[in-house]
T-cell receptor, first 112, second 112 residues
Framework: DAMVIQNPRYQVTQFGKPVTLSCSQTLNHNVMYWYQQKSSQAPKLLFHYYDKDFNNEADTPDNFQSRRPNTSFCFLDIRSPGLGDAAMYLC???????????FGPGTRLLVL | DQQVKQNSPSLSVQEGRISILNCDYTNSMFDYFLWYKKYPAEGPTFLISISSIKDKNEDGRFTVFLNKSAKHLSLHIVPSQPGDSAVYFCAASGTRDDKIIFGKGTRLHILP
């Protein structure tokens, strides 16, 4: 089945220790998104790629970076995780911006 | 500043009755609205959408109503079933945007 896959589902890291979350898709969609969602909050868009074109949200901290080496894969790098970065991280894809987004199951990040 | 507001964090409805989830928005440039459903430990899944040129869109048990003058939309589920218990996110986007803005979600409990 075509889908959006996120690994790992749960990630534990230490304060300040770099961590990478991964997302892959078999939908061949042009756009890939990374969202951060904290408990009882709306998913917050961090950045998205439209093909290779990277779009950073203005309020996304510099601590967060992303890579998209090819159409299928997109990575979220957190350079120095703080306690406030503990959250669910959702990856999504869409064929074009504003079209329906398809979400992965998310990676729950815990920072110790 | 929340552009998409879901003022009810939770809602309980008897099985077989109608569930009505509400959403308000502040940005008059929004012209496309979506509802996503999220089960625990899963990513949001697209449920139904509506364009601002319409005031109603129906898909099986799910109907979305849009009142542009009031900047309000609602999702009706009838009849409600146990499997409808989930968190429902309202989302919106505008013509010039290449992203969607989510509300905080409403947790729907379907009571037996």
């Amino acid at each position: 089945d075509a889908m959006v896959i996120q690994n790992p589902r749960y990630q534990v890291t230490q304060f300040g220790k770099p961590v990478t979350l991964s997302c892959s898709q078999t939908l061949n969609h042009n756009v890939m998104y990374w969202y951060q969602q904290k408990s009882s909050q709306a998913p917050k868009l961090l950045f998205h790629y439209y093909d290779k074109d990277f779009n950073n949200e203005a309020d996304t901290p510099d601590n967060f970076q992303s890579r998209r080496p090819n159409t299928s894969f997109c990575f979220l790098d957190i350079r120095s995780p703080g306690l406030g970065d503990a959250a669910m991280y959702l990856c999504a894809t869409s064929r074009d911006p504003r079209e329906t987004q398809y979400f992965g199951p998310g990676t729950r990040l815990l920072v110790l | 500043d929340q552009q998409v507001k879901q003022n009810s964090p939770s809602l309980s409805v008897q099985e077989g009755r109608i569930s009505i989830l509400n959403c308000d928005y502040t940005n008059s440039m929004f012209d496309y609205f979506l509802w996503y459903k999220k089960y625990p430990a899963e990513g949001p899944t697209f449920l139904i959408s509506i364009s601002s040129i319409k005031d109603k869109n129906e898909d099986g048990r799910f109907t979305v109503f849009l009142n542009k003058s009031a900047k309000h939309l609602s999702l009706h589920i009838v009849p409600s079933q146990p499997g409808d218990s989930a968190v429902y996110f309202c989302a919106a986007s505008g013509t010039r945007d290449d992203k969607i803005i989510f509300g905080k979600g409403t947790r729907l409990h379907i009571l037996p």
